[in-house]
């Protein structure tokens, strides 16, 4: 309806239906509508956000590369059930069953052979125990096992051809977004394909989003308010799109890994005091939402550094007051510490310490 009324001139408001639930007890479809139509009329329904036309046809091939690449995964999947119930182990010695040295083996197996040592002998790439790569590969594959696994990798090499064609597509839509394209590349955990996806579901105009904030519970990353006679407790993080959240989960996951970077120390931190890695990646999506915010907005991104919110730092506090109440004079700023000792301690060979101060 919104898709066909808005070219018409119509001003379409899209609601949020668990703002506008009606009392337990009355619901009728007769009852929605009058309820409905009261709160609009007294402007208590707040509007969703609802991106512009070539953001919306952009969110379409985005989302489309995504159920592409879960489909790819569902049809590995089903090549490594096919192989373990042919007793080949592959998986346990390569680290991926996809790389370079595994699909070299699945290919021969798809076309015929079966014998360990032939297989183990054509992988010419550099494999940790590679002394176990006969071992591994070791099966009893019959012709039904080699017809499944022959369509899947068909089944498989489609799908990657039909996620490429989509990434070209979309970069070639992006091109007039190449500039902030480029800037969100820059944030740890997010590359071009991530940064295309979200734009595509974010758009770039964040006058919609009064701060960084709201952004980040409009994407679903922020936890809710829960305040009870003055006490705020815990709350589940609010329902927002579901396709965002679902990217900045992954951008989180792997900027926790980078080294020397903000949101790994960050990460270590939170995960530290929540008890929990699935709560700390959240909480570093959330900080990701709001560098984008940030960065959408017009900003350049610049990463705050390691020693930003180390567990360290307290200790590195604690160590500096001690070494003080011993004599050293030592000044720490900005995570580096510049140290002028007043006493100097030498050691003798039978153990004894002299202590010179100057």
């Known amino acids: 309806m919104h898709n066909v009324w808005e070219p018409l001139g119509l001003n379409v408001m899209i ?21 409905i139509a009261q709160l609009h009329r007294f402007g208590l329904i707040k509007p969703s956000f609802v991106p512009e036309g070539v953001f919306q046809r952009l969110r379409l091939l985005s989302r489309h590369r995504t159920n592409l690449v879960d489909d790819l995964s569902r049809v590995k999947n089903r090549v490594e059930k096919v192989l373990q119930d042919g007793n080949i182990k592959w998986s346990s010695i390569v680290s991926d069953t996809f790389g370079v040295a595994g699909m070299k083996i699945l290919d021969l197996i798809a076309d015929g052979v079966t014998n360990a040592q032939t297989l183990a002998a054509s992988v010419t790439t550099k494999i940790k125990r590679k002394e176990d790569a006969e071992k591994a590969l070791t099966n009893c594959f019959t012709k039904e096992h080699i017809f499944v696994l022959k369509e899947l990798l068909k089944q498989f090499r489609h799908i990657q051809a039909q996620i490429f064609e989509v990434e070209n597509e979309l970069t070639e839509r992006m091109l007039p977004y190449a500039h902030l394209v480029d800037e969100l590349d820059k944030i740890p955990g997010i590359d071009k394909i991530l940064a295309m996806a979200i734009i595509a579901e974010a758009s770039t105009n964040m006058s919609a989003f009064p701060d960084e904030r709201k952004f980040a519970a409009w994407a679903g990353v922020a936890s809710g308010n829960n305040e009870s006679a003055g006490k705020k407790k815990r709350s589940k993080c609010r329902h927002g799109n579901p396709h965002l959240r679902k990217v900045l989960i992954q951008a989180a996951n792997g900027a926790k890994q980078k080294h020397g970077s903000y949101y790994r120390a960050k990460y270590r931190k939170l995960q530290s005091r929540l008890g929990s890695a699935n709560k700390a990646k ?7 939402a709001r560098a984008i915010y940030k960065v959408m907005g017009g900003a350049t991104y610049k990463d705050l550094g390691y020693k930003r919110g180390d567990p360290a730092e307290k200790q590195i506090e604690q160590l500096v007051r001690k070494l003080k109440s011993l004599g050293v004079d030592i000044r720490h700023e900005n995570h580096q510490m510049v140290v002028n000792s007043i006493r100097k301690v030498t050691v003798d060979k039978t153990g004894v310490f002299q202590e010179t101060f100057h």
């Open 15 to 35: 609601g949020n239906a668990t703002h506008m639930k009606n009392v337990p007890g009355r619901k009728t479809d007769m009852n929605d509508s009058h309820w």
């Open 282 to 288: 959240v909480g570093i999506a959330n900080r990701l």
